[in-house]
């Protein structure tokens, strides 16, 4: 085993390609350097090329080139240079160089430190914000892929009311492929907060991240409310170990395997447990709210509509439009429900158009997801769109509800009636106006998707101006 100069940690947010490029940049740049390196790398896989002790131990510096949580509390006391994988990537030299000449800062007990640090400068908050989010994005977005293509299959192949017993299409195979793929769905919340936590404040906070967001899923908060339940719970954790921290050494055990769930879960599960009331009220208002808005102008119960299907992909809001319209179905209105339908199915297609045109801008990940999201939408399983919303809701919500509301206005402006629930284009023998209605989804998800794409592109344009501006400082420096 040999003794490195340097060590590094790469990962990005889903752990496929740029985890890769970031390592072999890095150690190419050192090989030409002439310069001993050793790479880890947190892929989708798990952790590869592991780091020992020693190795830590003997090297003179640390490079982490990653986007989400790398275990940094292994090298407490070592001089780490802290990037993002992109920088990893485009400037690994500098990077090297930075290592060699003793830049980047030391490392401290950081189970104690990590909340000053995380509520630190503005820039290093930010970005420890978003790290910790993309944690739980990039675990939970195998739940979403997996559950819904296997709804969407037992949909496809045997009908959509082939799940229940009561009706002339019930299939026992299609039946459980459904329920299979709705465990797999109803896991999508709780492992977002679990991972968001466990990016905050490692192994103590996954616990209370989890059962926060199984409270939450359970009281109706969705996804937005797993963030939140994500956020506290980790930064909860935290809190406990710094108001802990004077407890003595041989209670540290007893913290991690008692104090710290044992009160973590109790507080965070009271909290989301106090939010779903609120919730409720407020979900039941605006069903009655809506249910007033079913004869009027097509443009305004479209936008109402539309904006409330995509606010929250499976969240409270979401769910008040599509009873309202199961409601509604009931009663005999066909009309409402179609507009709710291609707002639900809108959100998913906007992910597919935009990383179909702008593919170049998107990781590989991101661009796969968006293919799956095709068939997502086509089925009427909106939450193909969450880990693309989870990633910047503040830009990409209001994307998806223009798109969202497009569909709706031009679905209601047609008169298209839509008499089933669920089941996106699967339902379309049945439909009146079958073509104004896909037409009228398309549309919105054309013009969400192209949004949508130049958000991305010039997202990425700005990071590689900041990057330069590094590069160039670093060089003015020298």
């Known amino acids: 085993m040999g003794n490195y100069q340097l060590i590094a940690a790469t990962g990005c947010p889903t752990g496929i390609a740029h985890t890769y490029m970031a390592q072999e940049a ?143 299409q019930y299939n026992a195979t299609a039946a459980m492929l459904k329920s299979v793929g709705d465990a797999a769905m109803g896991m999508m919340v709780p492992v977002l907060a679990a991972y968001i936590a466990e990016g905050i404040a490692k192994r103590p906070g996954l616990v209370v991240g989890f059962v926060g967001g199984i409270v939450a899923t359970n009281g109706g908060t969705g996804f937005l409310g797993g963030i939140l339940a994500g956020f506290l719970a980790g930064y909860l954790i935290l809190l406990l170990q710094k108001v802990m921290a004077g407890l003595p050494k041989q209670l540290d055990g007893l913290k991690a395997i008692f104090l710290y769930p044992v009160i973590g879960v109790a507080v965070i599960g009271i909290i989301m447990s106090l939010l779903a009331d609120p919730m409720k009220a407020v979900n039941e208002g605006m069903m009655s709210f809506l249910a007033g808005f079913e004869n009027s102008n097509p443009l305004i119960l479209g936008v109402i509509v539309g904006c409330m299907c995509a606010f929250d992909m499976g969240g409270p809001v979401n769910k008040a439009a599509y009873v309202t319209g199961t409601a509604l179905l009931a009663q005999g209105n066909t009309t409402f429900m179609a507009g709710v339908s291609a707002a639900c199915i809108a959100p998913p297609l906007i992910t597919g158009f935009a990383t179909l045109f702008f593919g170049k801008y998107f990781d590989t990940n991101d661009r796969n997801a968006g293919l799956v999201n095709f068939i997502l939408g086509s089925t009427h399983i909106t939450e193909g769109a969450i880990p693309f919303a989870a990633k910047d809701p503040i830009r990409v919500l209001p994307t998806m509800m223009l798109g969202s509301s497009i569909a709706a206005v031009l679905t209601y402006m047609f008169g298209v009636q839509v008499p089933a629930p669920h089941g996106g284009f699967l339902v379309l023998p049945v439909v009146t106006g079958k073509i104004q209605w896909v037409a009228s989804i398309l549309i919105g998800a054309l013009v969400g998707g192209v949004i949508l794409g130049l958000i991305q592109k010039n997202s990425v344009a700005k990071k590689e101006k900041q990057t330069t501006e590094q590069v160039e400082k670093s060089a003015v420096a020298k």
């Open 26 to 168: 890095l150690e190419q740049a050192a090989k030409k350097k002439g310069v001993t390196i050793k790479v880890e790398t947190h892929g989708q896989i798990g952790i590869e090329n592991e780091l020992t002790a020693e190795e830590i131990k003997h090297a003179e510096a640390v490079i982490i080139a990653a986007d989400k949580d790398v275990h940094p509390e292994r090298f407490a006391g070592k001089r780490i240079i802290d990037v993002s994988v992109s920088t990893g990537i485009k400037d690994a030299e500098r990077l090297i160089d930075d290592a060699l000449v003793g830049k980047g800062s030391v490392a401290e007990n950081q189970a104690v430190d990590a909340l000053e640090e995380e509520t630190g400068s503005n820039t290093s908050f930010g970005r420890s914000i978003y790290k910790n989010l993309m944690n739980g994005v990039s675990h939970m977005l195998p739940f979403v892929v997996a559950g819904g293509v296997l709804i969407a299959i037992s949909f496809a192949v045997w009908g959509i009311y082939s799940f229940d017993p009561e009706n002339a």
